[in-house]
DNA sequence: ATATTAATGAACAATTTGTTCGGTAATGTA
DNA sequence: TACATTACCGAACAAATTGTTCATTAATAT
């Protein structure tokens, strides 16, 4: 990719996210972000289709980031531990949710939280997924298995929305002990 | 109020569902909705500030209805069972869900669901929250109550959400007992 | 019957969107 | 270094949308 591509790219996100950090979404304009962005309108356009795609890309950048962390760090927790229980990757997720990663929090954490929990969603659900297995032995046997899958992944949004409305005042340690305590 | 206003703004709100059921709340515009109504722009802006007051106006008066159904439905129910559990108010209302609104359903299981399930969760925490104390025998000791609220209610969330994407093909009282059987 | 209030409709400035295009400058490559 | 490519500029553009104003008409309540 060209090195003017990726600056201007990178300008564009930094305005999104400063933006995004003071007003709605949907009261964002193109006009302030490439004001912000300092690029030409015509520039803009030629990166993404529209605001909506512009909203995508972005969230998929930033929370691709951490899930493949998730994802890679989880064969080696599975070393460290040496047992199936899936709490140390969610033990994990939590730690870098709030250690390493502010900016993305911000966002989660900002009057857009409902669009960035969608996406944060999305990720999670891959990741839970993987992890399935795991959970097995808590589930009851006549319930669907789409319906624990799909009640698993909102408990962790539940747990998540609350501990982010709560600003994050408890540890992860315990953010993650309640997570299982109430699965 | 006058039979004018009430007539203009059944006609507003008339339009508005029917839009809402075609496409996004976003990329509906005003234009629209007014033609639809059949009334003039400066009517419309008479009633609504703007198109988001319109939404919440609108969210306000669909979900008042059906909750305020289940409040006062609560006592007639404890009446018929004699007993202290909670189960029959919260199988009244996936039934009265299911069968007595089509409206709201589409509209919960439209594109704009996120939208309406938000509102729907405003108005739910209410509802749960009179009959906390029910809960408190599924409840651990060491978890802080509001963190078991809100568990409570991101899983009723999660099960109508599933119900929802899923047709709803289970019966009322399949998803009661679902969603008692994962709390 | 009358005073009040709501709706009309047309016009209005202001904002925003998304596109076009010739010119300029940075970039990667040979 | 020289060259071809490609991204950016910036100004201008039509089209759509927003929210307001105002004089006129018609429905309503009492």
Request: with cysteine; net charge negative.
């Amino acid at each position: 990719m060209d090195r003017r591509q990726r600056k201007t790219r990178e300008a564009i996100f930094n305005s999104f996210t400063n933006l995004l950090s003071k007003k709605e979404f949907n009261q964002i304009t193109v006009g302030e972000i490439i004001e912000g962005a300092d690029i030409g309108r015509a520039t803009f356009y030629s990166h993404f289709e529209t605001k909506d795609f512009l909203l995508k890309e972005f969230c998929e950048e930033l929370f691709c980031h951490i899930f493949d962390t998730e994802k890679n760090s989880q064969n080696e927790h599975r070393h460290i531990f040496e047992c199936n229980s899936s709490e140390p990757i969610f033990l994990h997720l939590f730690k870098h949710l709030q250690q390493n990663d502010n900016n993305i929090l911000a966002l989660l954490s900002s009057q857009n939280n409902e669009l960035f929990l969608r996406y944060f969603r999305i990720n999670l659900e891959t990741l839970i997924e993987s992890h399935l297995s795991l959970f097995e032995s808590k589930k009851s046997d006549n319930l669907p298995d789409l319906f624990w899958k799909n009640h698993i992944i909102s408990t962790f949004m539940g747990t998540l929305k609350w501990w982010i409305d709560n600003k994050m005042k408890e540890s992860p340690e315990v953010i993650t002990e309640y997570f299982f305590e109430v699965l």
